[in-house]
């Protein structure tokens, strides 16, 4: 069967790195591209993570940087507390040898989506500035999408009581999105919904056996994230942005509804960064979006499990 081209764009962090090693391991996936986006850790960290993530995982794929900044809004609050001052817990990259892209991410991101004849899934783990910037730049590309899939929004928030932190971060951005592209959305109902025990982490360290770079990396973030996770307040038990890839991987693993959401994207409103879910059909819109209201945890869990003995047979 034709592997499916897959782009990730993200900001790694110690989640989206889990995300692109499930990814990676997946027999039925084409990884194209890993393009950064600002988010977790100023963009020049999200940015060598990135292509630290390349080397380590040892992925051929590009990689492109994409925005520094927020389409519009002025401040950035980053999350080192969840992912260290890195981006990616202790880990300390060796001198890389390959080059990132030449082309931009909304560059990279149109150019192969026109390539791959609308077959190429985006899967988009931090905030969207860059994927509004493709659709401004292009406004053709939704027509060479096969699917979009986004971790972020969801019937809370966690930055605010209503705003998700990839939404929070450019809400402009994620307005426009919502506005031009279906989006396959998991937002925090169902990654909290799918959060690891201690005993998974344990699981994870213990299969994560070996002295190859990918599975070292694992075996780093899953000892951080399981310490992390013990602090209080934090969430690396929930390994957000894994999940949207594992949604992608297997269809059984997360259950999705079609609604109309739109984002509330006005500085100044409490709900700022909202994904205003429209779930009893009161705005008379038709749904432009399938939102992920049910998530199969132990299977999700599995699958975890199953990359890290991916890594580990690579000895
Ligand atoms: O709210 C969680 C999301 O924000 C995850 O994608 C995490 O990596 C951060 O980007
Ligand atoms: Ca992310």
């Known amino acids: 069967m034709r592997k499916i081209p897959i782009i990730i764009d993200g900001d790694p962090g110690v989640d989206d790195s889990f995300a692109i090693a499930l990814a990676n391991s997946c027999p039925d996936f084409e990884l194209v591209a890993l393009t950064a986006v600002e988010g977790n850790v100023p963009a020049e960290k999200t940015r060598l993570n990135a292509m630290g993530l390349r080397e380590a995982l040892d992925i051929n794929c590009a990689v492109a940087y994409g925005a520094e900044l927020p389409l ?5 609050s980053y999350a080192e507390k969840t992912h260290g001052e890195s981006g990616v817990g202790t880990i300390q990259w060796p001198e890389l040898k390959k080059a990132p892209d030449d082309r931009s991410a909304w560059d990279l991101i149109y150019e192969e989506a026109v390539k791959r004849k609308g077959e190429l899934v985006l899967i988009a783990i931090g905030p969207l500035t860059n994927i509004a910037l493709t659709l401004r730049k292009y406004p053709d590309f939704p027509q060479y999408l096969k699917r979009f899939y986004i971790m972020g929004g969801g019937t809370f928030g966690n930055v605010t009581k209503q705003a998700e932190f990839n939404i929070w971060v450019d809400p402009l951005a994620a307005r426009e999105v919502f506005e031009k592209l279906e989006v396959h959305m998991v937002g925090l109902n169902v990654t909290h919904a799918s959060a690891l025990t201690e005993k998974d982490f344990d699981q994870m360290i213990s299969l994560c056996k070996g002295e190859n770079s990918a599975i ?13 996770s013990l602090k209080s307040g934090m969430d690396n038990h929930i390994i957000h942005d894994a999940l ?3 949604s992608v991987m ?17 500085e100044g409103m409490e709900n700022v960064g909202e994904t205003v879910i429209d779930l009893a059909g009161q705005s008379g819109n038709q749904p432009n979006c399938l939102v992920a209201m049910e998530v199969n945890q132990p299977k999700f869990v599995e699958m975890l499990m199953e990359m890290c003995r991916y890594y580990a047979t690579k000895g």
Do not use: G, M
């Not at 519009?72 to 950035?76: C, G, P, T, V």
């Open 244 to 246: 949207t890839v594992a």
């Open 250 to 266: 297997d269809s059984e693993v997360v259950r999705y509804e079609p609604y109309y959401v739109y984002v509330e994207d006005k």
């Open 216 to 228: 070292r990396l694992l075996r780093d973030l899953s000892v951080f994230s399981k310490r992390n």
């Open 72 to 76: 519009e809004k002025a401040y950035l």
